[in-house]
């Protein structure tokens, strides 16, 4: 509680009654119980005053795009709350577009999906493959897409290796280590 009131010191202006009520009530209907809901505070305390509706909005996206079930969001939740304060429009909605293939992404024709022109790379996963990733590291979709993303699938396709092959967490590598990786996998080639 006293690192919430330090770091967040506006959760004093939130109303007890019209805010972190019914944000309780919120997380609760998703199957939290009071000891998980204590760990998502704890974790990013402004998901209790995220609206309801933006919570929620972003909970459908994930549903509605990647096929997740209550259960799988409840654990994405749990494991990187983080991810309710992004963006859909400005952070997760390229990310989607960027890891999934063309075919893959409701509505959405390819040439709307390949924006950078010649350099476009895409990782071409499956919803399912990504949900699988996203299970596994949801703060995947947290990370740059032009700074981390899309310079190390674009290293990796270098070398004719699979994002979908990869370690499922790759992306969580530091610099160091993902070069480490990367030229284990080519070095044992020659």
């Given at each position: 509680?006293?690192?919430?009131?330090?770091?967040?010191?506006?959760?004093?202006?939130?109303?007890?009654?019209?805010?972190?009520?019914?944000?309780?009530?919120?997380?609760?209907e998703l199957g939290l119980n009071r000891s998980e809901i204590s760990q998502v505070v704890a974790k990013f305390a402004p998901t209790l005053w995220l609206s309801e509706e933006n919570l929620r909005s972003k909970l459908d996206f994930l549903s509605k795009s990647l096929g997740m079930k209550?259960?799988?969001?409840?654990?994405?939740?749990?494991?990187?709350?983080?991810?309710?304060?992004?963006?859909?429009?400005?952070?997760?909605?390229?990310?989607?577009?960027?890891f999934l293939d063309p075919e893959e992404y409701d509505g959405e024709s390819n040439d709307s999906l390949q924006s950078d022109g010649i350099d476009f790379v895409n990782c071409g996963l499956r919803k399912s493959e990504l949900k699988d990733f996203v299970l596994y590291q949801p703060a995947l979709l947290a990370y740059s897409l032009e700074g981390r993303l899309k310079p190390?699938?674009?290293?990796?396709?270098?070398?004719?290796?699979?994002?979908?092959?990869?370690?499922?967490n790759i992306m969580s590598y530091t610099d160091e280590k993902f070069q480490t990786w990367l030229s284990s996998q080519t070095s044992s080639w020659s």
């Open positions: 509680v006293k690192r919430i009131c330090t770091s967040y010191p506006n959760v004093f202006s939130h109303s007890l009654d019209k805010t972190f009520v019914p944000k309780i009530r919120f997380f609760k209550n259960f799988e969001l409840r654990t994405v939740i749990l494991t990187y709350p983080q991810i309710l304060g992004l963006s859909v429009e400005n952070n997760v909605t390229p990310k989607m577009h960027f190390r699938i674009a290293r990796m396709k270098d070398y004719n290796i699979s994002f979908l092959y990869s370690p499922r």
